[in-house]
């Protein structure tokens, strides 16, 4: 049997933002994709993107939420694309409002999505990547997942679960000896159309926490990690130290989100205010693309990469953590 030509990516949550940008990236690459998503509209916009940028890429609908729905679009891409290299779980929403603001069914749904639509996304990989043992799955994660944030609390638990859910099967990985890697990335607050779709109980439109990241950021990231060797991808200097002080000193991340409040995930921006299209509960009628309104405070620059390409990472993250440390012993 002849060696396959190129390689298969397939990426839940690719109809727009970072699983649209994850997607144009692979394909540019020379990689076959193959996107699922709620809504027919987005998948064919997204399809055509790819295909006028020459890639190869099949769409199939279906609700990650819907172990069944999603299986059948796994089989579906198999037989469309072939054996499957790469899974990433890319699927999300958000419900922004305080925890008693937010109706069960809202935070149900956030869960089934977030959270279990990652499960359900690992579940249909390993059924293709155990026979052959092979293959690597990605989980889309969030700063998020080092400490919870208000507003934010169905989304804020349904990423700390992403998390242990992927220690969990990486563990279990291991102890089968299997040949699949599982990674998880760690994105930080970013300009896509989460933030248009996402619901509000709050009296004004809301934002990404500064500092802002593109979308085309965080798609080097999920590609590095399903290419590379690293069990886990931080995205940012901000997030790796917003994991590292989580982890050393939670009263002074709590202070600092306390000082941050509300105000700071809330914006009278109008183009963001003309953009409000809540998904929760159904795809958009119009393609979404790839970024959100906040373009203008948004930056592609992440000094953390730049230093790791100069091998100046490990120095300057050193010197930045003793810097906190002693800024947290003088306080």
Excluded at 84 to 113: C, H, M, Q
Aim: proline share 7%; hydrophobic share 45%; charged share 20%.
């Amino acid at each position: 049997m002849p060696a396959r030509l190129a390689r298969v990516v397939v990426i839940t949550g690719g109809s727009s933002g970072i699983g649209l940008c994850t997607a144009s990236l692979f394909s540019r690459k020379g990689w076959h994709v193959g996107l699922i998503a709620r809504g027919q509209v987005g998948l064919d916009s997204a399809r055509d993107v790819l295909a006028r940028e020459g890639g190869v890429v099949h769409a199939v609908s279906a609700d990650v939420a819907d172990a069944s729905a999603l299986e059948a679009a796994a089989s579906r891409l198999e037989s469309l694309l072939g054996p499957i290299d790469v899974w990433i779980n890319g699927a999300g929403n958000g419900v922004f409002g305080k925890f008693l603001s937010v109706p069960d069914f809202e935070y149900r749904r956030v869960t089934e999505v977030t959270y279990f639509g990652t499960v359900n996304g690992t579940r249909a990989a390993l059924r293709r990547m155990l026979p052959p043992d092979r293959g690597v799955i990605v989980n889309v994660c969030s700063g998020i997942a080092f400490h919870g944030m208000p507003l934010l609390s169905s989304y804020s638990g349904a990423k700390h679960a992403v998390r242990g859910f992927t220690d969990a099967i990486r563990a279990e990985l291991r102890q089968e000896r299997a040949n699949i890697r599982i990674a998880i990335v760690f994105p930080p607050a970013v300009n896509s159309p989460f933030f248009s779709h996402a619901v509000t109980h709050m009296e004004r439109p809301p934002r990404p926490m500064r500092p802002v990241y593109q979308p085309e950021l965080i798609a080097e990231g999920i590609f590095r990690a399903a290419t590379g060797q690293r069990r886990a991808v931080t995205i940012g200097s901000v997030t790796v130290l917003f994991g590292l002080l989580s982890a050393l000193f939670p009263r002074l991340i709590e202070g600092a989100i306390f000082r941050l409040g509300y105000e700071g995930q809330m914006t009278d921006c109008p183009q963001a205010a003309a953009l409000r299209e809540p998904t929760l509960f159904a795809p958009s009628p119009r393609p979404a693309g790839m970024r959100g309104p906040f373009d203008a405070q948004a930056q592609r620059f992440s000094l953390r990469r730049w230093l790791g390409g100069r091998g100046l990472l490990v120095p300057a993250g050193v010197a930045i953590s003793l810097g906190l440390l002693l800024a947290a012993w003088l306080r």
